[in-house]
Each structure stands twice: as C-alpha cells, then as structure tokens.
C-alpha cells in the first residue's frame, strides 16, 4: 500500500522503515520545532517559519503531504531535492539545510531561516534610499546568483529553475548574503549527459528545454533573463511590473532571440554600457555550446569591473584546500566517516567522482585530477594539483580512490553529526577505554599506510589538550569540527 493514507500505520511502521519515502524512521517534527506561521507556498510544499524548541533558534520549514506524492518519480525528486541540498550546502550564496524529517502525513525540510526579503524587495528598496538604482547595483546582486550557479556546477548539479523569486536574503542587514533557496527541480548531471523533462518557469526557460535536449547551460540561460530584468528595470519602481506586463516573455524568450537577434534599442537600454549588453548577449546565445559558463561570467569584464573582484575557489578545489590542511587524524577519521555513509547521503559526490574518473577503473590519476579540477574552472600550476593530489592519495598509491575522494570532497558540516563523530572515534578506541592511546593511532596509521610512530606522537601532542598523552572523545571532537589543525611547524596546508 501506498503513503496516501488507505492503510493504517501500526506501532511498528512509526518506529521501522515502513511506509516511508526517505527510508528512515518516521519522527513528530512538533517535538523538535513550533510553527509560527507560513511564510510561502508553492506547487509541491508549504513553508513555514519555525523555532528549534531546543534553542529557540528561528528556521524555515519547507512541509509536503506525502498525499500530493502520487508516483515514484515524485517521490525520488523530493529525496533528490534533500541530497542536493545536503550536497551544497555550507557553500556561499546557498541555503543552508538543517535536517529532513518524515511524519505520518507529510516529509519536513528544515533549512536556514533567510529573512531578508526578496530580490525585488532589495531593488524597491534601493530605489527607495538612493533615487536610483545602478548598474553597480545590479552587477552585485547579480554575481551572488551567478556563484550559486558556478557552485551547483561544480558540484555537477543543474539547478533548472532559476528566477528571482527563488533567491532571498539572508537577514535585513545592509550586506546580507543573497541565496538560493529551492532546489526542487534540480537534478544531479553525469559529464556529456543530457536531460529531456521540461522543467522550469517559463520566463526564464532556455530554447533547448522545449527541444528536450539540454544540459548546464540552462542555468545560464536563466540568470541571463534574470540580468536582463535587474538592469531593463532600471527607471522603474518596481520591476514586478516587467513580468506582469510580459514584457521579459515578449522581449527574451521569443522568436528575435531564437533566431539569435537583441533588442537594445528600446528604453532604458541606450543607456546601459557595451559592456553590460555584450554579457547578457553571451548568456543568452541560442547554441548551448557557444553560451558562456558560470566561471566566465564571473570574469566578464562588467562583473569585475562593475562588481568587488573576489575571486572564489571552485568548489570542489576548495574542499580539497582544506582537506589538505589537515592533520593525518582528522584524513583518516574522515576516510572512517566516509565509508560509513550511505549510498543515499554520497550520491552527489558519486558523481563528481565517475566525472573525473574517465577511463572508469575506479581511482582518479593525477592526470584526471588535472583535467576534471580544470574543467571546473581551476586554474592550478601542475604542483599545486601534485599537491593536493598526495593530500588526497590517503594510502600513498599514486592515485585516489572512491573513498579517499569522498573523504577529500564532502561537507565539513557533516561532521558535527554526533554518530558519525562517536563511530570514528569507536574505530580508534580499539579497548573501548574512552581514550585514543598513541599505540592504537599508530596501529591504525599504520594499517592505512599514513606514518609512523614520531606521526603518531605528534597528533597526539596536538590534540591531547590536558597533557594526559592521550585523545579523549571530547578532545576528537573539538579536532573534527574546529578549522584546520596540524601539527605545528608541519604545516600540511596551501598558503
């Protein structure tokens, strides 16, 4: 039977795995969080302002009926929508996700509260405080939107709904973050896969999407019609009354722009700069292969000129940056970690790694390391991805294998769940003494190929706080979920 309610739950079902669509235990939300009142509503969910009863902090509560989950395929799209967001979260211009819970009637996203208002409630305001609204203006607001598109592809996610509605900020503040905050049509994308379902708004959809063949580049159609309104609404009061009125659906997305002609002639465009037309002309190019990338847009000369110039790292490089700061402890409790996730929890980093793995033997080379951290965008001198190739390589192989990637590339954020944190320390708590000895750090680096006992010693001497001569689990903690810890005068990290 199905989730729609023509069978009873028991006893059993609450406390198994029964009837329910993330395939874990079902739980009372209302135990955890109280509802304050809807903040939005949308096609597959209604979403709520709560507060943790536990610390009384404010989040948004994304709710849907299980009801309205009538086929297999809705129902895998909402648990794709859940690992995405798990997969980019904690990565800038992204909503964060706090947990998804299952009840009887509905499945709960809780993510980050943004209570800054939309984007063109930001606009209206600006036009309110500085009687006017500029170019400089919209080239801020719109490389936040940009990054979060260059995250989710170098995370190999396309989002498929980008417009500006689903972008909030963070909180009122001057210099609130702007973030994307619904993932609910975005979809993992394997290296030359191609997408057929139409999906998407149909203001912002790409040409490709109606033909039924696309791929990344549908984002960037998108975020070219969403620069488009930020900068033909210049002169107006409010840009809502550019899609009231059609006038992006007459303008963009219709026969002059699939034959590949722009109209800037029409107001306000005379006086918007070459540079900014020739972004938006970049962005919105019929052939998919021609259109610029998320990275490029980001170096267009109008968003370094007009925007902060801020370089940010590929994602993935970034992740890998950190993993290499780290001490051998914190690689090798990572690597525990990672092999006890489930299939379900590293789908995205599944991915990421059969991308780079081309030749499809089951471990990256530094060749493959090189061409996949390009193809994202890097820019590294071949030492530098030596480098980071030798911090990955965890068992010194030559190359990196499934786990020592998903060690090197997942979610700090994942560590501070306390399960995964209490299992790598049971796994170096050999007598179950409730202390990490150096003669068991040094049987498990050992056993991993990773040092030897002056290695052993020296964690131990960095992590040890009260000078017992041994890792305690409170000590474990602080060290996987504090920044980067090595030993000192050892740094293992990029300057």
Not at 46 to 52: D, G, I, N, R, V
Not at 103 to 128: P, R, Y
């Amino acid at each position: 039977m199905g989730c729609c309610g023509s069978k009873p739950l028991t006893a059993s079902d609450i406390d198994g795995k029964q009837e329910t669509i993330l395939g874990k235990p079902l739980e009372d939300i209302k135990k955890l969080y109280s509802f304050e009142g809807e903040l939005g509503k949308g096609n597959f969910g209604t979403t709520y302002l709560c507060k943790e009863n536990s610390t009384g902090k404010s989040y948004a509560c994304k709710s849907i009926l299980k009801r309205t989950l009538s086929s297999e395929e809705e129902k895998e799209a909402v648990k794709t929508e859940i690992q995405i967001m798990d997969h980019v979260s904690g990565e800038p211009n992204i909503v964060q996700i706090k947990g998804s819970y299952e009840d009887k009637n509905s499945i709960h996203i809780v993510m980050e509260f943004c209570g800054g208002g939309e984007l063109f409630d930001k606009i209206d305001a600006l036009v309110k405080s500085h009687s006017y609204y500029s170019e400089k203006d919209a080239a801020g607001i719109f490389r936040s939107i940009v990054n979060a598109v260059k995250i989710c592809h170098s995370l190999d996610v396309v989002h498929r709904d980008l417009k500006p509605e689903n972008f909030l900020f963070s909180s009122k503040d001057e210099n609130a973050m702007l973030k994307a905050i619904d993932f609910g049509c975005s979809v993992y994308i394997k290296e030359g896969q191609t997408l057929e379902r139409i999906v998407g708004s149909k203001y912002y959809i790409a040409p490709e999407v109606l033909e039924e063949s696309y791929g990344k580049e549908i984002d960037i159609w998108s975020a070219g019609v969403i620069l488009y309104i930020l900068l033909s609404g210049l002169k107006l009061n409010t840009l809502r009354c550019v899609l009231l009125c059609n006038c992006v659906y007459s303008c963009i997305v219709d026969a002059e722009i699939k034959e590949g002609r722009l109209d800037f002639e029409s107001q306000p465009w005379p006086l918007i700069t070459f540079k900014a037309k020739h972004l938006i002309g970049k962005m919105l190019t019929k052939n998919p292969k021609e259109r610029i990338s998320a990275a490029d847009v980001l170096e267009h000369p109008w968003m370094k000129s007009e925007a902060p110039d801020q370089p940010i790292d590929n994602v993935v490089l970034s992740r890998m940056k950190q993993f290499r700061a780290m001490n051998k402890l914190k690689k090798l409790a990572l690597k525990v970690i990672a092999e006890g996730l489930s299939e379900e929890e590293i789908k995205g980093l599944k991915t990421m790694f059969e991308n780079m793995d081309t030749d499809k033997n089951g471990s990256i080379t530094y060749e493959e390391l090189k061409t996949g951290l390009n193809r994202h965008g890097s820019k590294l001198s071949e030492t530098e991805v030596r480098q980071l190739m030798e911090a990955a390589d965890v068992d010194g192989n030559g190359t990196i294998d499934y786990i020592e990637f998903i060690s090197a590339t997942m979610q700090r954020h994942r560590l501070e769940r306390d399960e995964h944190l209490h299992k790598a320390f049971q796994h170096f708590d050999k007598d179950n003494s409730g202390y990490i000895t150096k003669d068991e750090l040094e049987i498990a680096m050992k056993e991993h190929g990773m040092g030897d006992e002056a290695n052993a010693k020296e964690i131990i001497s960095e992590v040890d706080k009260n000078n017992d001569g041994k890792i305690d689990y409170e000590e474990f903690c602080t060290m996987m979920r504090n920044g980067n810890l090595q030993p000192q005068g050892k740094l293992l990290g990029v300057h």
